[in-house]
């Protein structure tokens, strides 16, 4: 029992973190795509946490990488597209519901980089839901 409120509690609190850090980042400077020759595709190097146990959850999972950029690159979870909050071009962010994470399982992680032209795909990184 007491687990399960730590995890909330760690849940809630990266929520919020996250959401502090996005309203910093964008009072800051707007988010301005870039010209579509600029957008490389993008690069997952690792995600955090990358497990979570089954039944947890909402929780924000964090993806760090390369040539990550605000209003293009979007994170998918098991090809599904997840709303995402674009950091710098090495981090980003999107959450996990209850429902994602209600069975245990193996979900890969993709983050796609769409221009008016094309859409570039990472490579793929697992996130796996524990027994």
Sequence with gaps: MISQHKQRFAA??????LLALEASLLAQQPPLP????????????????SSIKAGSGPIAVFVTGQNFVRGVSTAQF??????????????????LTKADLAQPKTA?????????N???????????VLH
């Excluded at 809630?12 to 973190?17: A, D, E, G, K, N």
């Excluded at 098991?78 to 959450?95: C, K």
């Excluded at 094309?118 to 796996?128: A, D, M, R, T, Y």
């Design 12 to 17: 809630l609190l990266s929520l919020v973190c």
């Design 34 to 49: 870039p010209t579509p020759t600029t957008i490389l595709p993008p690069v997952i190097t690792a995600l955090h946490p």
């Design 108 to 116: 890969m992680v993709t983050v796609v980089s769409k221009t008016q």
């Design 78 to 95: 098991q090809g599904s597209e997840r709303p995402t909050s674009v950091f710098n071009s090495e981090v980003l962010a999107f959450e």
């Design 118 to 128: 094309e859409s570039l795909i990472s490579n793929s990184i697992p996130f796996v």
